[in-house]
């Protein structure tokens, strides 16, 4: 089955260890899910399952190619030199913030009345290295490892949706743990689905960068908070609603199958 993959690279495999690794995490963060009612960020302690996919991917990079491979692979995480085309950073970075913005804009003209923005440049500063550190844990694994097989497999929209599904679903037990409601996991899922289209595109026009994607997956982690009082008036539907715009725009402006241009397939 996996003679198709390159470097022998098994998804399956990859996302049995991601789960067994996750499962402690995930009765740890059970047990101790009171303490989100106290947090300011309301990260529950099974957050740190971040560095699973990472974890994963080093094991089974090393049953094929040993320390060389870890090396490797550890290395793309800031591969920023792959990234020829220096626009690519308008959307990497600004992207999200623009989403953030445009949401907060929605709920200003709407009965939400959310609060004035009120940012602490030293808070921001604080997340986006906790979040950057978090971000490495998550891409080593998903766009280091598994997305390019999904993709030779699949075509990039398909392998695209059938990773953000998976990703979504292993983020299902940390959000109820924050005691979020069954509407906001739906849609916070869908949105999921969304950004890992938008991602993927965005990997496949900067050469395949893992940096590219660790910098964009710190900025969705960010973008929330710099809407007012820590992101205490997210709307995860808005939010889905504004990714799904922009993802359907990306599959109907690229080519479905490689969601780049022909330079970067």
């Known amino acids: 089955m996996d003679k198709q993959i390159p470097e022998n690279k098994s998804p399956i495999k990859f996302f049995l260890f991601v789960l067994v690794l996750s499962i402690p995490f995930w009765i740890l963060g059970a047990l101790t899910r009171d303490l989100t009612k106290i947090l300011p960020i309301k990260l529950p302690i099974s957050a740190l399952m971040t560095f699973c996919p990472m974890m994963a ?14 090396k490797e692979l550890l290395q793309r995480a800031f591969d920023y030199k792959r990234i020829k085309d220096k626009r690519w950073y308008l959307p990497i970075v600004f ?5 953030a913005a445009l949401s907060y804009g929605y709920m ?14 030293l808070t921001v500063f604080i997340f986006f290295f906790v979040y950057f550190v978090g971000a490495i844990g998550e891409e080593l694994g998903w766009s280091g490892y598994v997305i390019e097989p999904l993709q030779k497999r699949y075509g990039a929209l398909k392998a695209s949706i059938l990773l953000g599904f998976l990703w979504a679903i292993w983020h299902i037990i940390p959000w109820s743990q924050t005691h979020q409601t069954p509407v906001w996991i739906i849609w916070q899922s869908i949105g999921t689905i969304f950004l890992r289209v938008i991602m993927v ?12 994607m660790v910098l964009f997956h710190t900025m969705i982690n960010i973008s929330p908070y710099l809407i007012p009082n820590y992101g205490a008036h997210y709307d995860p539907f808005i939010f889905s609603i504004l990714l799904g715009i922009t993802a359907i725009a990306i599959t109907c402006l690229w080519e479905a199958k490689t969601l780049a241009g022909q330079n970067n397939a």
């Open 95 to 99: 992207l999200m913030p623009g989403i």
């Open 57 to 70: 991917a080093i094991i089974l990079v090393y049953r094929t190619r040993k320390t060389q491979g870890i």
């Open 108 to 121: 200003k003209m709407t009965s939400a009345e959310p609060a004035e923005p009120n940012v602490s440049f």
């Open 201 to 212: 595109w965005i990997f496949n026009n900067t050469g395949k960068s893992v940096f590219a």
